[in-house]
């Protein structure tokens, strides 16, 4: 069993900056972790992924140059830098993991296996 503990979000001025944490327990085996969001009335959204090994990163279009995604090996911790903020980027940011190969990239949340509780990120203008 997996566990998957998020911590850094919190409330911030547009433009501001944070930086989210997410420690992995249970299993060092994974392929790749990523992170999601959820604004309210609207579906999970893709964000960033980390492919464990090699460290290949993907962001999506509406955070890529604002956003990072890294991990530390030894601490099974992936991070999400997050600049710039806009106050679309308002939302329960989840990370997720996951043990299985997929040829789809790891862009969709049904490619994870284990997600964390989330993490309220707010932006005020």
């Known amino acids: 069993q997996v566990q998957l503990v998020e911590s850094g979000g919190g409330l911030v001025q547009a433009g501001g900056s944070l930086r989210l944490s997410c420690a992995a327990s249970?299993?060092?085996?994974?392929?790749?972790m990523g992170w999601f969001r959820q604004a309210p009335g609207k579906e999970r959204e893709f964000v960033a992924r980390i492919r464990w090994s090699g460290g290949i990163t993907y962001y999506a279009d509406s955070v890529k140059g604002r956003f990072t995604i890294s991990r530390d090996n030894a601490k099974n911790t992936v991070y999400l830098q997050m600049n710039s903020l806009k106050l679309e980027d308002t939302a329960v940011y989840y990370c997720?993991?996951?043990?299985?190969?997929?040829?789809?990239?790891?862009?969709?949340?049904?490619?994870?296996?284990?997600w964390g509780q989330g993490t309220q990120v707010t932006v005020s203008s």
């Open positions: 249970g299993r060092t085996l994974r392929y790749a």
């Open positions: 997720a993991d996951t043990s299985r190969y997929s040829s789809g990239g790891y862009l969709s949340q049904y490619e994870y296996d284990y």
